[in-house]
Structures are given as structure tokens and as C-alpha cells.
């Protein structure tokens, strides 16, 4: 008897953002990506950071083909994913989201087909999202079924990053907050400084988030960048390795908890954004 679609098994979505640059948010998308897919699972890493490649270059590795060239010829969607060696799998966004908006019916039906395969053939796909999102990327950030949202200790990071929760819970976007302090000088001013933006959320936007955890300031960090590995491969006993791994573990509780409740799909609400859009 063959599956339909909607009996088939859905990989989760987690959008990985920030308000500001320069908190770590791709280290984090890339190293996340790593030690799921230590954990056994299938893991896709979706690089939005449109004209930047910043895991292309934070891997050391190109990506010839992508989106762009999935929408726009007739390539194969096998064609433009890659992989590390570590068995993570990664597509670069390219152009191709810029171009999603000006194409027709038969390109937006095309780009939902293969991120419906991609959630068929994967169980968890990372949307690391640019800092400064485009309007296509954003209908991919509010549709995800999870948000990661990086900031620093830093009142100015704090504040962007409640900026940009405020802009997708304005935009009625169902998706799971999830914070997470990277870069503190230590467990009490990271932990500090995700309970304002928790009570904040909660106060004016009637959001309750859950924090993941704290991240420390490593120099093991600085080092893998240059050497273009992931710090969690590098440097597996680094201070920065040990607790990711923990919020790692922290969230697919949490994961586990958010799949009992009933909620539309990423690909129907993907689609529903981008009917809003068209019609406006």
C-alpha cells in the first residue's frame, strides 16, 4: 500500500536567527547541525545568508549549484546538496529566494515541492537565517516550526533580538521561541540576560519563550574559524562543545514535548504566506 503525503513522517524545521550580526548565530546553526547528526539523525543545513555563504566559508567547503539554479533550470534537487564529512548535508539559498517573488505559480509550486521532499528525507532542517532577512526568507523564518534566537549579553543585541521576536509574532507567526545567550563571560550574565528578553516577550508580547541555555566566550571558537572546521569536531571537549551539546539535548526534549501538540504544517504555512503576499 503506498503512503500518502500527509502519512509520511516530516522532518522539524528550525529557523536559526538574530537581531543583530555578529553574535554566532551560523557557528551555531553549523555546530547544532553537527552534533544532531552525531546523534544519529539526518541532518539538512539550509544556508539563507543570501550572497554571503557563511557556512561555506565557515566549513571550508563551496557549494557550485543552488537553489537558484534548482528553480531556474531543470536540475535535479539531489544536485545542489552537499555534504561535510561528517555527514551534515547543506544547500546554499544563492539568488534563489530573491527570485521566488517575481517568478510564476509554477516556480513558488516547484520550490514548496522540494522543501517537501527535503522534510520527507530529512529529519531536522536548519534554516540559517542572514541578518538582514529578505522578504522571501522571512516567510521561511515565521512558517518554521522552530525558532533559535542568538543573542549576546549585550544590551544592544538583547534589545535587537526582541525586536526581531516582536516583528514575527506581529506577523502571526505560530513558531516556538527558543533563546540562547552566546559569547557571556559567564553562566550568571548569560542567564541574566535571557531572563529580560523572557519576561519582556512574556510582558509585551504575550509570549511565553523557553531559554535553552548559555553558550560561553571560547577562544576555541576563533580558532576552528580560521582553520575552517566546526568547533564541535575541532575541539569536542571545548568548554563552548560541551554546552551546546547540553542545550542540544534541552531542545529535543523540548522538540519532543511541541510534536504532541497539533499544529499546521511548515509547508502550509509557507504556502499561506506566500498567497498573502501575492494577493497584496
Known amino acids: 500500500m503506498k503512503l500518502q503525503e500527509q502519512d509520511l513522517p516530516m522532518g522539524k524545521t528550525i529557523a ?13 546553526s553549523i555546530n547544532t547541525a553537527m552534533i544532531l547528526t552525531k546523534k544519529g539523525y539526518k541532518v539538512l543545513l539550509f544556508d539563507l545568508d ?38 551534515v548535508s547543506y544547500i546554499s539559498a544563492g539568488n534563489g529566494l530573491n527570485e521566488v517573488l517575481h517568478i510564476n505559480d509554477y516556480m513558488l509550486e516547484k520550490l514548496l515541492s522540494g522543501l517537501r521532499e527535503l522534510q520527507v528525507n530529512y529529519d531536522y532542517i536548519i534554516f540559517d537565517m542572514a541578518a538582514g532577512a529578505t522578504a522571501a526568507s522571512l516567510k521561511i523564518l515565521m512558517a518554521a516550526d522552530d ?30 521561541f527558543l533563546l540562547i545567550c552566546n559569547r557571556a563571560d559567564s553562566e550568571k550574565q548569560g542567564k541574566e540576560a535571557l531572563d529580560r528578553l523572557q519576561q519582556t516577550a512574556l510582558k509585551f508580547l504575550e509570549k511565553i519563550v523557553i531559554i535553552l541555555g548559555v553558550l560561553p566566550e571560547d577562544g576555541h571558537v576563533r580558532k576552528a574559524v580560521l582553520s575552517q572546521t566546526a568547533f564541535t569536531n575541532k575541539y569536542p571537549n571545548s568548554p563552548i562543545t560541551l554546552k551546546l551539546e547540553k542545550i542540544v539535548h534541552l531542545y529535543l526534549q523540548e522538540a519532543n514535548l511541541g510534536a504532541l501538540e497539533e499544529k499546521e504544517s511548515f509547508i502550509h504555512k509557507l504556502r499561506r504566506f506566500f498567497i498573502v503576499e501575492v494577493r497584496k
Not at 536559526?16 to 551555531?28: A, L
Not at 549576546?152 to 507567526?173: Q, R
Open 16 to 28: 536559526v536567527v538574530s537581531g543583530k550580526g555578529g553574535v554566532g548565530k551560523s557557528n551555531i
Open 50 to 87: 543570501v550572497g554571503m555563504g557563511n557556512v561555506n566559508i565557515l566549513l571550508g567547503r563551496s557549494s557550485p549549484t543552488t537553489l537558484s539554479d534548482f528553480l531556474q533550470q531543470s536540475m535535479p534537487l539531489e544536485d545542489i546538496i552537499y555534504s561535510t564529512p561528517e555527514g
Open 147 to 176: 525558532i533559535f534566537v542568538v543573542s549576546t549579553p549585550e544590551p544592544t543585541a538583547i534589545t535587537d533580538a526582541y525586536s526581531m521576536m516582536k516583528f514575527i509574532t506581529l506577523e502571526k507567526s505560530t513558531s516556538r
